[in-house]
């Protein structure tokens, strides 16, 4: 059969995720790899999930093992209800929905606002994994920069002139992937007033907000919201929550936490996609986070903290003149800023083959595939002498490249 014949056309929109092509890299022991933004399994809290599993096993098998309601378990529902209020979001369990991690979530957002040829607003550059989940619904992208003052009205018109309408803004408030960067506060009530001005939903990505290094703690975009509207069902922004960073990403639980005619209709499309999220890790994880959220994210702070800096003092140290990267205050990622004329895809190239270090080519995070001239290192999963060495490699052939430029 010629399978080409039989696809839908969403499916010439959807690509192979470049990170996780990188992750193989991984199995390779002379790669120093700053590719993956993942947690480092060695601070994984194993022996908190084995007890909590054999728990779950022995006390209550049945539960754990049969169907379980859409919405997600309830005691980890309630769990999050405290857990948002500590963040600033005031909510109800019925405010919440379960799901297979925040890319589930983001998959059921696109499902259910876009429709082909709308607009998303997405930051340039943004997540990549939003890109792919966004993609499969035909939507145009246009670039989301609340600080820039951008008119609503021109905003709108362009999507109109694309043949849809404006139907979110998407982005990570806090350490963001792949920048590092963060959201200021006039930046978020900007965003709230375009929002607004749009009539359109903000779809706030909070699975770095938990990291935070220094600096003060900005309130959640969804928290400004309720503040001005008063509660949370009349509330345009959804923030998307996941254990991935935090407590471990394996088991694939993350929520969703908006108002309860958001939640309802998320409902529905988890009912129609898969039921609902494993019960015995979302059991198992309500036994871990009641147990060690809070020291556990501490112990992950100072860790990646650590790394940071170190990576920070290694770029200062080893980058030639020309080269920029942000300085974040969290999360897992630096952002790297080439002179123009240096394409990360073929500077990674050469870096696999020569330096045996592996990063992420920038362009894969910009909707339009621009902005060649950059990449994103993540610290997480690198020791100090990791990223000694590999960042020396990194600024050596950096050097050599730009030599040859000139």
Known sequence: MQWNDALASRMSRMKASEIRELLKLLDQPDIISFAG???????????????????????SAGAALQYSVSEGYRPLRDWLVAHMAQIGIPCAAENILITSGSQQALDYLGKLLLSPSD????????????LGAFNAYEPRYDRLDPQANR?????????????????????SADFANPTGETLDLPGRKALLDLAADLNCPIIEDGAYQALRFDGDPVPPILALDIARSGNIDDTRTIYCGSFSKTLAPGLRIGWVCASREVISRLVLMKQAADLHTSTINQMVTHKVALRLFDSHVATLRATYSARRDHMLAALAREMPDGVQWTRPEGGMFVWVTLPKGIEGASLLARSLETERVAFVPGRAFFADGSNENTLRLSFSCAS??????GIARLGRLIRSTMAKAA
């Open 384 to 389: 100090e002498a990791m990223i000694d060495e």
């Open 119 to 130: 607009t998303a607003l997405v930051t340039w550059p943004t997540y990549l994994g939003a």
């Open 151 to 171: 008119p609503a009205a021109d905003i709108a018109q362009a999507a109109a002139q694309a043949g849809g309408r404006v139907k979110f803004a998407y982005l």
């Open 37 to 59: 933004g993942i947690p480092d399994p060695a601070l994984f809290p194993a022996k908190a999930y084995s007890d909590a599993f054999t728990e779950a096993l022995t006390e």
